[in-house]
């Protein structure tokens, strides 16, 4: 089983740090990302606001121009979109050096929010469904940027299922990352794919079956552009959401190499056990433990060497959860 983590890099707004940089001079420090990310991650650290318009300062909100959504202050009317823009564009030229395998951004912020921030009508108005919703200008940029990396808001990062689909994306990513870095030859490409494998299926099995035709005829010769073909399928393989299905025929695939070795007891355990895991009565590390269980017993140097056994860090705990996997 895996026993090294990769250390990640991670794009973080500031004020989920702990940094006073809000509009109210507070912070927003998130729990998740203080006590269990930041064990596991360098962060690269951003605030397209407070550079430019100070701390405290007038809260801003999207409105529709003319021609493009423009960045005002909430009561005096300021435009302040080009100095966020110009920040944003020198932080990003910044944060594309860095290798992120990922970001995390303030929910609600019309310059960080990810999803869902309100677009205002000129006269200051908003009306529900009848107008538009967008992202943050910074997070926007960011996304169309670095399309292939794993951005989430700290809010929806309460969601175990959400978060652990976040966390496999971005250790998978620095896993690759690190592949990358290395020396590598058509012999790395067959083993980052041969111990991927079951990860790969849990994520996307249609993808997961275009990626063998190019590591089966990865050359030499040609190995740079099978890495890039690879690589392109791998990021939008990550970026769809695991479901309770896809982990249900994985884990069938998995218990395929002992289902003629283990007893009749064992069996009706691993049954039972898969069912009520189907059903949302334990969660997905009970069936893991016992896939783990078997292979210690019975032995099976394929399996043993599965990133999906151990994808992110047991501390972490993302697979006690009941609602992390959905149906």
Same mark, same amino acid.
């Given at each position: 089983m895996v026993s090294e983590f990769p250390r990640l890099n991670v794009a973080l707004s500031d004020c989920l740090s702990g940094?006073?940089?809000r509009y109210n001079g507070g912070h927003a420090q998130d729990e998740f990302v203080i006590h269990q990310l930041a064990a596991y991650a360098d962060f690269f650290k951003f605030c397209p606001e407070a550079p430019v318009?100070?701390?405290p300062r007038e809260p801003i909100r999207l409105v529709q121009g003319n021609d493009s959504i423009r960045v005002v202050g909430t009561k005096s009317g300021r435009d302040v979109t080009?100095?966020?823009?110009?920040? =944003?564009?020198?932080?990003?030229?910044?944060?594309?050096?860095q290798s992120l395998d990922g970001a995390v951004v303030k929910s609600r912020s019309p310059s960080c929010g990810l999803e869902r921030i309100k677009v205002y009508r000129p006269s200051g108005e908003w009306f529900g469904s009848q107008d538009p919703m967008d992202?943050?200008?910074? =997070?926007?940029?960011?996304?169309? *940027?670095?399309?292939w990396i794993a951005i989430e808001e700290e809010g929806r990062l309460q969601d175990p299922w959400l978060r652990e689909n976040f966390m496999l994306h971005v250790f998978t990513l620095a896993r690759w990352r690190n592949f990358l870095q290395k020396q590598t030859g058509? *012999?790395?490409?067959? *083993?980052?794919?041969?111990d991927h494998k079951y990860l790969l299926l849990s994520k996307n099995e249609s993808l997961y079956r275009q990626m063998g035709p190019i590591v089966a005829e990865a050359r030499k010769d040609t190995l740079q552009d099978s890495l890039q073909a690879y690589e392109g399928l791998l990021h939008r393989l990550l970026a769809t959401k695991s479901n309770?299905?896809?982990?249900?025929? =994985?884990?069938?695939?998995?218990?395929?190499?002992?289902?003629k070795q283990v007893g009749e007891a064992e069996k009706e355990l691993f049954r039972s056990t898969l069912q009520e895991f189907k059903e949302g009565i334990v969660p997905l590390i009970s069936v893991m433990k016992l896939l783990q269980q078997f292979i210690h017993r019975y032995g099976s140097e394929y399996l043993q060497g599965q990133v999906i056994l151990d994808p992110y860090p047991p501390e972490l705990a993302l697979r006690s959860?009941?609602? *992390?996997?959905?149906?």
């Amino acid at each position: 089983m895996v026993s090294e983590f990769p250390r990640l890099n991670v794009a973080l707004s500031d004020c989920l740090s702990g940094c006073e940089c809000r509009y109210n001079g507070g912070h927003a420090q998130d729990e998740f990302v203080i006590h269990q990310l930041a064990a596991y991650a360098d962060f690269f650290k951003f605030c397209p606001e407070a550079p430019v318009l100070g701390t405290p300062r007038e809260p801003i909100r999207l409105v529709q121009g003319n021609d493009s959504i423009r960045v005002v202050g909430t009561k005096s009317g300021r435009d302040v979109t080009d100095g966020l823009l110009d920040y =944003t564009e020198k932080k990003l030229a910044f944060l594309q050096k860095q290798s992120l395998d990922g970001a995390v951004v303030k929910s609600r912020s019309p310059s960080c929010g990810l999803e869902r921030i309100k677009v205002y009508r000129p006269s200051g108005e908003w009306f529900g469904s009848q107008d538009p919703m967008d992202q943050g200008v910074f =997070t926007k940029r960011l996304q169309e *940027a670095l399309p292939w990396i794993a951005i989430e808001e700290e809010g929806r990062l309460q969601d175990p299922w959400l978060r652990e689909n976040f966390m496999l994306h971005v250790f998978t990513l620095a896993r690759w990352r690190n592949f990358l870095q290395k020396q590598t030859g058509v *012999a790395d490409l067959q *083993a980052f794919h041969r111990d991927h494998k079951y990860l790969l299926l849990s994520k996307n099995e249609s993808l997961y079956r275009q990626m063998g035709p190019i590591v089966a005829e990865a050359r030499k010769d040609t190995l740079q552009d099978s890495l890039q073909a690879y690589e392109g399928l791998l990021h939008r393989l990550l970026a769809t959401k695991s479901n309770k299905g896809k982990m249900l025929n =994985t884990l069938e695939h998995m218990y395929g190499y002992f289902k003629k070795q283990v007893g009749e007891a064992e069996k009706e355990l691993f049954r039972s056990t898969l069912q009520e895991f189907k059903e949302g009565i334990v969660p997905l590390i009970s069936v893991m433990k016992l896939l783990q269980q078997f292979i210690h017993r019975y032995g099976s140097e394929y399996l043993q060497g599965q990133v999906i056994l151990d994808p992110y860090p047991p501390e972490l705990a993302l697979r006690s959860h009941l609602q *992390a996997y959905k149906s």
